[in-house]
């Protein structure tokens, strides 16, 4: 190889490798683990964690028990489609689907029963990129798996530290003077609203008419409580999440 030649060729993997790099850098990274409580009418389920290296993904769904008709749509990250009216079959002829997630860090699949077929339940086995999880989805509730493509610190975070929440309740059937309803919001959250009370017993965890931020990692979260009707600041404070399972308690009338 001439010179001249070498040179030229070394030039080109350069730039190949700068243009390379300028794409990876325009892709975002999503750094927080956040799933909504509820998708399509339906309260969200975490069935666990899977950590791949790339972008690209080899997709792999099929019934975990004897098919039975059961039918599925699965969505990536909440709004992208990947199945929609699939019928489950057995492992040999299982749906294999190649996807390309637009993000790194944290991303999601989502799986919505459509029928249940005669056992009264989906399970399925899902596998990405030979890495499997069984999850499970009913008329009532979805099934999820986080898929973390690590950037930044972002990992899968275990079952135990996924159960930490945050649940903002009331207590008072009097609201404060033109507050109909509360507000939570907490940052890199969507707001959640608080729309009724309880009197005589706190409520658990997830209860109707509470705000609960699930999936919460270790961290400080600072909250601002609102009237739904007004921008005005009716509350604000901190919660300090620990890794421990834990539901952490807050009623907004008596903040």
């Not at 990250?77 to 489950?88: E, T």
């Not at 077929?117 to 086995?125: A, D, F, K, Q, V």
């Amino acid at each position: 190889m001439r010179l001249m030649d070498f040179k030229f060729y070394i030039v080109i993997l350069i730039l190949t490798s700068i243009i390379s790099c300028s794409k990876e850098e325009n892709i975002p990274i999503e750094t927080n683990p956040y799933v909504p409580l509820g998708l399509y009418d339906r309260e969200n389920n975490y069935f666990g964690c899977i950590e791949i290296e790339s972008l690209d993904a080899q997709i792999e769904v099929w019934d975990n028990s004897t098919p039975d008709s059961d039918k599925i749509n699965l969505y990536a990250n909440g709004d992208k489609d990947i199945l929609l009216g699939h019928f489950l079959e057995n492992y040999y002829n299982r749906k294999i689907i190649n996807y390309k997630f637009n993000q790194y860090g944290y991303n999601y699949l989502l799986f919505k029963a459509q029928t249940l077929g005669y056992h009264g339940y989906n399970e399925i086995r899902l596998s990405v990129n030979g890495k499997q999880v069984i999850v499970e989805t009913n008329l009532v509730k979805n099934g999820y798996v986080q898929v973390v493509i690590p950037r930044e610190e972002t990992e899968c975070i275990n079952e135990e530290r996924s159960l930490s929440s945050i649940m903002f309740w009331n207590n008072s059937p009097i609201p404060p003077e033109g507050c109909y309803s509360f507000e939570a919001h907490i940052e890199g959250f969507e707001k959640q609203i608080v729309d009724g009370y309880w009197t005589g017993v706190e409520p658990d965890c997830g209860a109707q008419h509470c705000a609960t931020f699930r999936n919460l990692p270790r961290g400080t979260y600072d909250y601002i409580i609102t009237c739904s009707n007004s921008e005005d600041v009716y509350s604000s404070g901190t919660v300090e999440v620990s890794g421990e399972p834990k539901c952490y308690k807050i009623n907004v009338f008596h903040l």
